[in-house]
Nanobody, 115 residues
Framework: QVHVVESGGGLVQPGGSLRLSCTAS????????MGWFRQAPGKQREWVAA???????NYVNSVRGRFTISRDNAKNTVYLQMNSLKPEDTAVYYC?????????WGQGTQVTVSS
C-alpha cells in the first residue's frame, strides 16, 4: 500500500522561510518523479515544483529563485525549501508521487504567510 505524507507547514511572517517534507512508502522512491502542488482558497490546484528521478528540477515562475525542491532517496523523502515567503504563497501544499500505478497524493499541509 502506498502512503504519501507531507509535514512542515505552519504560520510564518512575510519574508520568512519554511521547509516542507514529503515521505513516500510503498513505492520504489528512487524511480519516482516527485512534485509539489498548492491550492489556495477559492482557486484551482497549481503545480509548484518537480524533481525527476535523476534530480532534474523545475519550478513555476512565481516561485523560481525563492523555492528549492530536493530529494533524499535514502530517506524516501522530498523537500521543498521555501524562502522569502509572500502572503500569496498561502495555500495547502500537496506532494505527488509519479510512478506506474499512480499518481499518489498526500493529504496536504497548510502554509499560511501572514503578519
Amino acid at each position: 500500500q502506498v502512503h504519501v505524507v507531507e509535514s512542515g507547514g505552519g504560520l510564518v511572517q512575510p519574508g520568512g522561510s519554511l521547509r516542507l517534507s514529503c515521505t513516500a512508502s510503498g513505492i520504489i522512491f528512487s524511480d519516482a518523479a516527485m512534485g509539489w502542488f498548492r491550492q489556495a482558497p477559492g482557486k484551482q490546484r497549481e503545480w509548484v515544483a518537480a524533481i525527476s528521478s535523476v534530480g532534474k528540477t523545475n519550478y513555476v515562475n512565481s516561485v523560481r529563485g525563492r523555492f528549492t525542491i530536493s530529494r533524499d532517496n535514502a530517506k524516501n523523502t522530498v523537500y521543498l525549501q521555501m524562502n522569502s515567503l509572500k502572503p500569496e504563497d498561502t495555500a495547502v501544499y500537496y506532494c505527488k508521487g509519479m510512478v506506474p500505478g499512480g499518481p499518489y497524493w498526500g493529504q496536504g499541509t497548510q502554509v499560511t504567510v501572514s503578519s
